[in-house]
């Protein structure tokens, strides 16, 4: 592996008059936050983005790049030459490719920020499961050739889903999706799937138990972790150990991921136990971070133009008054007792009130409104919400994804979304476990 060598970059800055990375950064055009990306010893450099440096710093390519060498694995412990493993739960992903054509069927799939970025790691998708026929509206518009099956899933489960989904049982690489976390009443009980009935998580296990996957991914919100004192996470991973799976699960941040945003997920990873028992050393693993993290800045540069909501003028000349990072401390106290009523003599931060985001940090995380008072999220310069393009830059949507919608459905699609950048990685990760496994590998047939 290549990187760029920061001090011989200096020396030549220095030589060229350069002061400041800065001054280089606007020099290129770009935010110095991205020339810190540039630099960074953990960056694998595309060669084009690092001849820009070299055009002005009038030096040769490899006067600034250095040879790093990687942790090699022998290829019989299962993981190969290419990959660099971190530890035993984390994955260097940035060189990981699909050895096979692997195929993945989606629940819960809203408007397909998992799918696309499973699509980007190079997963086949062969279904997805929604009932929102306005988040169907999108996928269809987007992936005319994706098969789409717009059901409550309820209405699907006591079906024959082998022949629902023309593939046979324990054939499926993948079955992913976010089901809702819903409470569960069984307080002790601990009957695994039993005590799930009622709930969505339900219907994903008893797709989990019914076609076998390899191995199945689920993500949701960060709380599912503490929810009811961890009985409900318990019951969950008990389901699928029941069922007959070996699990694991991280909380992950988008923001070790390229996106701009500070939002925190469970990650649950799944892999069938025949295919787990057959190598000790094959293990479940997530991506490693990124080692960098992006700015807004980063990402809403030259938008496409769209729709968006707009603040009452009320609201509006209150935070005028914000400055950029800022937040209801940061008006007249007598205008943040008007504003705030209440709220402001109850304890608690409550940063998200009247909060005007910065260029340099990321978004809080994105919610189904970008104007409601809890958790506002005003633009850095202007005073408004973000757009629909800019809510969906944030989230890592590329711009050629439509939502073709009303404005306020088309926030609570994106908003509800995983992240396309923080799905591909996890997507890999997940390659990465499966380019171990034997090929077309049924349920018991090693």
Request: with cysteine.
């Amino acid at each position: 592996m290549y990187v760029v060598n920061k001090e011989k970059v200096r020396s030549y800055m220095n030589k060229k008059g350069y002061n400041t990375q800065q001054e280089l950064a606007d020099d290129l055009e770009i935010s110095k936050n991205q020339l810190s990306i540039l630099l960074s010893s953990k960056y694998n450099p595309v060669k084009t983005n690092v001849l820009k440096i070299c055009e002005k710093l009038d030096v040769k390519f490899d006067d600034i790049i250095s040879e790093q060498l990687e942790l090699s694995l022998d290829l019989d412990q299962g993981i190969a030459n290419n990959v660099k493993k971190i530890d035993d739960n984390f994955i260097d992903i940035r060189n990981v490719k699909p050895n096979h054509n692997y195929k993945v069927l989606e629940l819960f799939a809203g408007a397909g920020g998992l799918a696309l970025g499973l699509e980007k790691a190079g997963f086949e998708t062969i279904g997805l499961v929604e009932n929102d026929n306005k988040a169907c509206d999108t996928l269809r518009h987007n992936r005319p050739d994706w098969n789409i099956f717009e059901s409550d899933i309820e209405k699907l489960t006591d079906q024959d889903l082998v022949e629902k989904f023309n593939i046979n049982v324990g054939e499926l690489d993948l079955l992913s999706g976010g089901y809702p976390c819903q409470a569960f009443s069984y307080a002790g009980k601990k009957r695994g799937l039993q005590d799930a009935r009622g709930t969505l998580f339900y219907h994903y296990a008893m797709f989990v138990e019914k076609l076998k996957p390899k191995m199945f991914l689920a993500e949701n919100v960060k709380g599912l972790v503490n929810h009811d004192n961890g009985n409900t996470l318990d019951t969950m991973l008990k389901t699928f150990s029941d069922i007959g799976y070996q699990v694991s699960y991280k909380v992950l941040k988008a923001l070790d991921y390229d996106v701009a945003q500070k939002r925190e997920r469970i990650v649950i990873i799944g892999m069938r136990n025949d295919l787990a028992n057959q190598n000790q050393d094959l293990k479940i693993l997530f991506p490693n971070p990124f080692g960098y993290h992006l700015s807004l800045k980063d990402v809403l540069k030259n938008v496409p133009k769209s729709g968006g909501t707009q603040y009452p003028e009320s609201k509006k000349k209150i935070l005028e008054k914000v400055p950029p990072g800022g937040y209801w401390r940061d008006l007249p106290e007598e205008l943040a007792k008007e504003y705030m009523g209440k709220s402001y003599y109850s304890g608690g931060g409550r940063t998200g009130m009247a909060r005007r985001l910065s260029w340099d940090e990321p978004s809080l995380t994105l919610t189904c409104s970008p104007a409601q008072k809890q958790t506002e999220r005003c633009h850095p310069e202007e005073t408004r919400p973000f757009t629909v393009r800019e809510y969906a830059r944030i989230q890592s949507f590329p711009d050629g994804w439509e939502f073709n919608c009303s404005i306020g459905n088309a926030y609570k699609q994106i908003g509800n979304a995983v992240p396309v950048n923080m799905a591909k990685a996890i997507g890999l990760s997940i390659i990465s476990v499966l380019n171990q496994l034997p090929y077309n590998t049924k349920e018991g047939q090693l």
